[in-house]
Nanobody, 123 residues
């Protein structure tokens, strides 16, 4: 079974940066599309960014484009999310997720989930 564990969340001032990590267990990480989602209080979970198996293809929600960067290291079974120029509206629980596909921008394709890590951006 896939196991995904996020880390790196915390409290940061607006304009600051954080780097999130998602460690995957097993031998299937390199054969999974990966994504970061987030869910703010009182809001639905939304897709933030996705990356293909090889890392060659990425997608970003308009709200984070130019500020966030997704990457992966298949040799280390690790997914990253570099978040710069953070805004209070980025405050949410961030989840990493895996899809049994080469690449997907469709939320329902992501069937393996981590437990989430809290990101709080103060104004």
């Amino acid at each position: 079974q896939e196991q995904l564990v996020e880390s790196g969340g915390g409290l940061v001032q607006a304009g600051g940066s954080l780097r999130l990590f998602c460690a995957a267990s097993g031998r299937t990480f390199s054969s999974r599309a990966m994504a970061w989602f987030r869910q703010a209080p009182g809001k639905e979970r939304e897709i933030v960014t996705t990356i293909s198996m090889s890392g060659a293809i990425t997608y970003y929600a308009d709200s984070v484009k130019g500020r966030f960067a997704i990457s992966r290291d298949n040799a280390k079974n690790t997914l990253y999310l570099q978040m710069n120029s953070l805004k209070p509206e980025d405050t949410a629980v961030y989840y990493c997720a895996a899809a049994v596909k080469y690449y997907s921008e469709i939320a329902r394709d992501y069937t393996y989930w981590g437990q989430g890590t809290q990101v709080t951006v103060s104004s």
